[in-house]
């Protein structure tokens, strides 16, 4: 069966650091495109970064860039979301989604993403 799990999330004051993990099971992480996107409560999913199946494309949503790392741990068969200076903006449900090739920065349509987790909370309080 396929599944992603998340984790890594909390409760954390602005301008601190968390680091998320995404580990999926039914397939590797390097078999396929993995991407982080998040949601608050009223607002759209939003595209936050991606590693691309063959790891030459690495790339962040404006509104992190600079702050989040994204990167990927083949032997453990992990990915990690480091997230530092956190703000009070940055507070969301956060997702791990794999699939195809591509980085894609829209979750629609499914093909672009095929698997995701169930997401982990991150609140950031000022």
């Known amino acids: 069966e396929v599944q992603i799990e998340e984790s890594g999330g909390g409760v954390v004051q602005a301008g601190g650091s968390l680091r998320l993990s995404c580990v999926p099971s039914?397939?590797?992480?390097?078999?396929?495109?993995v991407a982080w996107f998040r949601q608050a409560p009223g607002k759209e999913r939003e595209w936050v970064s991606c590693i691309s199946k063959d790891a030459d494309v690495l790339d962040y949503g404006d509104s992190v860039k600079g702050r989040f790392i994204m990167s990927r741990d083949s032997p453990k068969n992990t990915v990690y979301l480091l997230m530092n200076n956190l703000k009070p903006e940055d507070t969301a449900t956060y997702y791990c989604a794999a699939g195809g090739e591509y980085c894609f920065q829209n979750f629609e349509p499914r093909t672009n993403y095929a698997y995701w987790g169930h997401g982990t909370q991150v609140t950031v309080s000022s």
């Open positions: 039914g397939f590797t992480v390097d078999a396929y495109t």
